[in-house]
């Protein structure tokens, strides 16, 4: 595979990714006026999910490298935030909102990895449906 094609997918995949980010962050925000980061946390789970949903076809189907990396590095490595979380979480702590702080680590990875393997169970039945 050449690899102008792979870095080309990434990049393709990482500007739709960011953009559907900052629209989902964005809209996010209108609807929840607090000081809880619930559009961070929502795309962290969007996307853990659809990791964990891709992941799963990838295993089963032949499909090919750009699709891949363009899907799950491009897109899906824009769209959730890690760096976006860690930095909401230090700064929660910084302004004493502990609470929050501890809420935000233990949602984050909870449902995250809880998500992945919601996703790895949904694709599964689907493959299982149309196989």
């Known amino acids: 595979m050449k690899m102008w094609l792979i870095l080309l997918s990434v990049a393709c995949g990482g500007s739709i990714g960011a953009v559907t980010r900052f629209w989902i962050t964005e809209l996010i925000y209108q609807h929840f006026n607090t000081i809880f ?38 897109i899906l490595g824009a769209l959730t935030t890690f760096s976006s979380y860690a930095i909401g979480t230090v700064n929660l702590l910084r302004d004493g909102e ?34």
């Open 98 to 131: 502990y609470l929050y702080a501890v809420l935000n680590i233990l949602i984050n990875n909870g449902l995250c990895i809880l998500l992945v393997v919601l996703g790895i169970i949904t694709s599964q039945v689907l493959i299982n449906i149309f196989n």
């Open 37 to 74: 980061p619930f559009g961070t946390l929502s795309v962290n789970l969007i996307g853990c999910y659809l990791i964990g949903f891709l992941w799963n076809i990838f295993g089963n189907f032949a499909v090919p490298e750009y699709i891949k990396m363009f899907m799950s590095v491009g």
